[in-house]
Structure formats: C-alpha cells, structure tokens
C-alpha cells in the first residue's frame, strides 16, 4: 500500500506523526512524508522518504500569526499545489494528515484515496474545527476539487490524546481510533552531551518552550533565573533559532542547549516546565512526569486547564509570571507527591492505548473491508 503522510512544517506537528509513518515502513508500506523544506532532514535522518512542498514556516510568517487558521490555510493553498502535481504521479492509495494540515483533504479527494486525519492533541471541540472544515473547502475549490471536507465525515481520526485530558462533549467524528502518543522518535548513534551526565544534583528539571514560541526570551529568561535556585539541575533547550548565548553564563548545574532528543532526555528528569504544547505535554506525560505550563498561545491553554484538571500540572498565565513564581510553583509540584500520582495515573492510560503499529494493523484491515 502507498501512504502519503502529510504535515504541516512545525516540529511538533512531524514528530507526532513520526512513530506512524515509521511503523508503516516496518510493516512493508511503500511511505512518503511531506512537509516544509526545513523539517525534510529531520524526517529523512529516520530513513524515511521525504518530499519538500510548500513554504518554510519563517516564509509563512513564523509564530506572530494574528489568526492561526489563517495561517494554515496560506500554507495549505502552496502545500496543495505542490503535492497535488507529486501525488498525481505516485497516486497514494491512502492520505493521512495532521488536523492542522488543510492540503492532505484535497490530496486524498483529488486523487480518490482514503484519508486519515491525526490528531495533535485534545480533539477539536466543534467551534473549533468547523472553520477548518469550511477552509479546507475554501482551498480545495482553488484547485478545482469539490467539497473536499465533505469526505472527511468518513475519515478516520487517529485520537492521541489519554482520557483523563480530554473534555467531556460529543465527537465530530463517527470513526475514532486512539492512539498512543510517543516522546519523540530516535535516531541511530544519537545521544545526550556528556557534561549532562556530570550535573550534580539528583533531580533534573528541562525547560523548554518548544520550537513555534520559543522567541518569548522573557519568559525564558525568567524561568531560567527562577528554576536555577532549586536544588535540582535545570536543562533548557531553547529551539534550533536561538542561541544559547544570549542567556549569558550560567552555573554548573544549569545547561543551555538548542535541542535534545524527548526520547533520551525525559527519562533523565522529576519535572517539565514547558508552554504547554501537545507534543511536549504527552511526551512527559507518558513518563509520568508533573509539569508547570506556562501557555503562550494556540492550544496551550486549553492543554494547561486539561492538565491541570488531571492533577498533573499547574499552569502560569504569562502576566503573572516572575522568577519567584515559578520557582516557588516548581517546588511546590517536585514535593507534593499528589502530582506525581496523577501523572503516573495519565501514564498508565497511555500505556493501554494501542500503539501505532497495532493501529496501522486496523487501518489497513479498513482498506480492505
């Protein structure tokens, strides 16, 4: 079987859809993954097949978007013109793409195949996707695809978010399949630095404000000044456009990367500070780790209230943030051991979710039916 995976180009976005596309290849799958050109390398060092189409996410307008459907639906209007011409040639027998990723709708309805739609995070409440759904019809119609949304009612949505996060309401969605989310996918011969293995202290905390909202240097800055006066290492990754530098001198307890790999780093730490984004809140979720969120915008408010609601978290509104604050919140989540028993109840129904290649399993059986 052809399977076009297809992905907007942000970092949390690919990395979710990784574990699937891997196991696709595992299980004999011809695989394809599109996405922006500079997330090419990062899915081509997993040995995957990639296709560069449409724009880099900085010739997108980067993270100051005024409206986020906005953007997505500029990015797909460029992403359907280049991977309508590729598909056309390949002729994928199933699409499957992110939430967020309004080309893949039209992908999969120009060319006739079946489409899975993945998820990122909590699903979508109604007010929320309906005004993807009528932008996906906005774009398809450029391309002379009509009401490509229309076959979205018989998609199948891949739902990795545990139970104890997601809100309570009906589904959009007659066909959901859960699917167990993962912390990052490795990559042969990778691993941490080794002044990591020399931090003194015997609990390790990682702050990170992901890749999309890691230019709120502020906020970094103050939770760096915060977090390095707890008796615990600190570990901060500030994304691959910011460099290290601009933190100034640190102490030996405190270590300032670009990145690191979710996989080798989680299982090191007792606690994540984070802005709250699916990817990172799953991913130390599924390690049993409590976490402060500090939400910066997008989805990350209503994944700090899921958190929070769960007994995992607590969360920071940016306008009350200061050094001390979260300092104090951050000891406050490293003693209570109720936050760390929530977090493990999470990870447990992590663990019991299928994982993806018994979910490829029941994709293909749906092909066949």
Known sequence: MRILFSSGPLYGHVNTMLPLALAAQRAGHRVVFATGPEL?????????????VGLTHAQAGGSRQESWLRYFE????????????????WRPDLVIHEETELAGAIVAAHNGARQVVHGLGLMPPARVWMPFVEAIGRVG??????????????????????PALQADGASGWQHVQPLRPVAGTGVAGERLPAPLDALPFAQTVHLTLGTVFNGATAVLEAAIDGLRTLDANLVVTVGPDVDPVHFGPQPPHVRIERYLPHALLL?????????????????????GLPQLILPQGADQFMNADAGVRAGAALALATAELSPQVIADAARRLLAEPAFVQSARAVQAEIAAMPDADAV?????????A
């Open 360 to 368: 490829l399993v029941r994709l293909a059986e749906t092909m066949d």
């Open 74 to 89: 500029l990015t797909a209007e460029r992403r359907a013109a280049d991977l309508l011409t590729r598909a056309a040639a």
């Open 40 to 52: 090419v390398p990062h899915v081509a060092r997993r040995g995957l097949t990639a296709w560069s």
């Open 141 to 162: 119609r450029q391309w002379g695809v009509r009401d490509p949304a229309a076959a979205l009612g018989d998609a199948t949505y891949l739902h990795i978010c545990p």
């Open 267 to 287: 299982p090191r730490c007792s606690l994540v500070v984070s802005q709250g984004g699916a990817g990172v809140l799953f991913g130390a979720l599924s390690h």
